[in-house]
């Protein structure tokens, strides 16, 4: 069974950054493809971005892509998302998720892992 707990969020205004980060139990960390996911009040969960094992491959959602970077740091159990240019619409609960599957993130059919969540909010 592994744990994530995600950090980083908080309040930034429009066109501002901020940095997620999500800390992963285990020393097979490194054999999971991560991701992450959010969840605006009233609204589905939806998938932001993920990244396999070693890093080398990524995948992102319309809305975020050219603004989100995920990246992963083996050594720390870590994984990042990295949120530039944000908006209102971007203001969500995030979670980290984990899957032994990067394909899972893809295809749309994740049953991994979840964190507990960290709000993002972004004003006008």
């Known amino acids: 069974q592994v744990q994530l707990v995600e950090s980083g969020g908080g309040l930034v205004q429009a066109g501002g950054s901020l940095r997620l980060s999500c800390a992963a139990s285990?020393?097979?960390?490194?054999?999971?493809?991560m991701g992450w996911f959010r969840q605006a009040p009233g609204k589905e969960r939806e998938f932001v971005a993920a990244?396999?094992?070693?890093?080398?491959?990524?995948y992102y959602a319309d809305s975020v892509k050219g603004r989100f970077t995920i990246s992963r740091d083996n050594a720390k159990n870590t994984v990042y998302l990295q949120m530039n240019t944000l908006t209102p619409e971007d203001t969500a609960v995030y979670y980290c998720?984990?899957?032994?599957?990067?394909?899972?993130?893809?295809?749309?059919?994740?049953?991994?892992?979840w964190g507990q969540g960290t709000q993002v909010t972004v004003s006008s």
């Open positions: 285990g020393r097979t960390f490194s054999s999971y493809a």
């Open positions: 998720a984990a899957d032994r599957s990067f394909r899972a993130y893809l295809s749309g059919t994740f049953e991994g892992y």
């Open positions: 990244i396999s094992w070693s890093g080398a491959s990524t």
